[in-house]
């Protein structure tokens, strides 16, 4: 998580608090050490960011620090709620804890009456959809493919065939029942499209392909023009 993004995290987290909470708390909301909030907050009190407490203390956000209101009409409120709760069908717990600080966001910086139809909205979602594998750590994947970095996973294809494969990860698809992960197959030269599900194990490379991952995107892209054909 960006430094920036985090800022507005922790501000985001004190607003919802009505009492002192601790920095070790915060930390392990945003999954960072209870140092970096020590700084974080030493940064936003310096932004004159009203935030009161100290270090072994803990920390209180000072009443009348607001965020500028959003306008959503009703169609608007019901498309937000039925995107976020879709999430839930990709199996990717990462994104649905994603979601549900989306909505706590909004739901904040909306009028009243549009947090309620956000929280309490009339369309649902089914809960049916995709079984990740509990080994594979889908947050992780997804930096890789953001940060361009290489990864080698243990693969076993459709024919029960085991492969040790080094990829440069650049997509995933989400489909009803199965999450597609997209990537330059060094061992095939090629494209190919790997189930997360059959994936046994994945390692993370300390290799970037970063100078070359929009070009590989790009060609990707054009490729789907002509050959949409899914390879597993």
Known sequence: MARSDRLFEIIQLLRRRKRVVTAQWIA????????TIYRDIA??????????GEVGVGYLMRS????PPLTFDAEEVEAISVGLSLLTRTGDRGLV???????????DVVPQHA???LVGSQSQVSSYGIKLP????????RRAIRESTKIRIAYTNSKG????????????????EVALLVAWCEMRSDFRQFRIDRIGSIEHLDASFSKEADALREK???????SPAERF
């Open 161 to 176: 065939e085991k492969s040790l494969r080094t990829l440069k990860p650049i997509a995933i698809f989400y489909y009803v």
């Open 64 to 67: 009348g620090f607001d965020l």
């Open 134 to 141: 509990n080994a594979i750590d889908m947050p992780r994947l």
């Open 43 to 52: 940064a936003l009190q310096a932004m004159r960011v009203p935030i009161e």
């Open 28 to 35: 392990e909301q945003l999954e960072v050490t209870p140092r």
């Open 220 to 226: 990707w892209l054009k490729s789907l023009a002509i």
């Open 97 to 107: 804890k994603a979601a549900t600080r989306v909505a706590w966001k909004i739901a």
């Open 115 to 117: 947090a309620r139809q």
